[in-house]
């Protein structure tokens, strides 16, 4: 289990257990409730997360009319955050495995363009939906590949499309799954919320580093694309993108559940409870009154979480490149003092991420 993806998405689908027993209470929760929940829960955190350099850099670095892949999208938080961003005519294709969530995208962002005073028209194309949003800036469009990710980068158009992108993901794949997939990128490659390792929980409780290494163990498990890679991810990444000659950006993008927040709270400490259960069942006593102690420092508006993500934004070497010659000049015209500017702000350097272990 993670944090990563949709609640602790392995095929798109939450996972809720029978197997645990440190937490009763969790078992009793509806499973539906809880995943609409969690799932406002965390687009909140993840607008809040994501570093606005990085996405102004990789927006002003695209075609005027720019096409995007988001790989894993989910039920489409990453478009809605970045369709404002890019402000101009665009076109994305949301790939994912599992169809439900792909309806429950074009439901959730619909709802979203009309609340944002934009039209939203649904339309089917090949039996595929397609979902058009009207804005002051020109028409967003989505289409929907539904693609089993395990095998990337077969069947994913690559050469169709300007960026690739994708949220939460990268930590939930094996480093050949990346091998396969940056060897074939021709395109910017922009990877938000991938967790590092940097998490804190306030205040500290005795069973801190047996709950910490537990849960590191179950992000590294097979799930479904893989043996994970979990906090190495984003290290892993930024090595084998700068092997290939990718000019690599990156940024940290933390979750921070503040006290007072005592629902999430609550949630965070039986998502962990839960996957650290498991990873370590010879440790479950111990687990079990960590569990119990910070549900009563939520309760007590006492408990504070820091879950330490970074994003990644990656540029292919002009040789790599996709982008022919007379295209490259519709790019959006960004100054060379500006650009460095935006660099030097995002370049906290994923160099500079502290080793696994270091909670900081």
Known sequence: ??????????????????????????????????????????????????????????????????????????TGSLFRFMASIIARPQSWIFADADRSLIEAAFDRTADWARDCGFSARLTKESQAPAL???????AWRINTLAIDLAKVPRGLPLDGVDAVVCSALLDLVSRQWMERLFAALRAPFYAS????????????????????????????????????????AARVAEELLAALGFETLGATSDWRI??????????????????ASQAMPTRIGKIAAWYRARLDEAAQARLAIRIG????????????????????????ETSGAGLAGERKTAQTGLRGIRPLGDAG
């Open 193 to 232: 919320l991938t967790v590092n390792g940097r998490d804190a929980w306030f205040p500290h409780h005795a069973a801190d580093l047996t709950v910490r290494l537990a849960f590191r163990r179950d992000q590294r498990r097979e799930k479904g694309l893989g043996l994970a890679l979990g906090v190495d």
């Open 309 to 332: 993500h970074c994003d990644i934004l990656a540029f292919p070497p002009r040789a790599r490149a996709r982008t022919p010659a007379r295209r490259r000049s519709r790019l959006v």
């Open 1 to 74: 289990m993670s944090y990563s993806g949709v609640g602790w998405r392995e095929s798109g689908r939450l996972l809720m257990t029978s197997r645990l027993r440190v937490c009763p209470e969790a078992e009793l929760q509806p499973r539906l409730a809880f995943e609409a929940d969690w799932l406002s829960c965390r687009e909140r955190l993840d607008c809040a997360a994501r570093d606005k350099v990085l996405a102004v850099t990789l927006a002003r670095r695209l075609p005027m009319r720019p096409r995007l892949i988001d790989l894993g999208a989910g």
């Open 132 to 138: 058009t949003i009207g804005t002051s800036h020109g």
């Open 258 to 275: 503040v006290r007072g927040e005592r629902s999430l709270g609550r949630q965070f400490v039986r998502m962990t409870a839960q996957a």
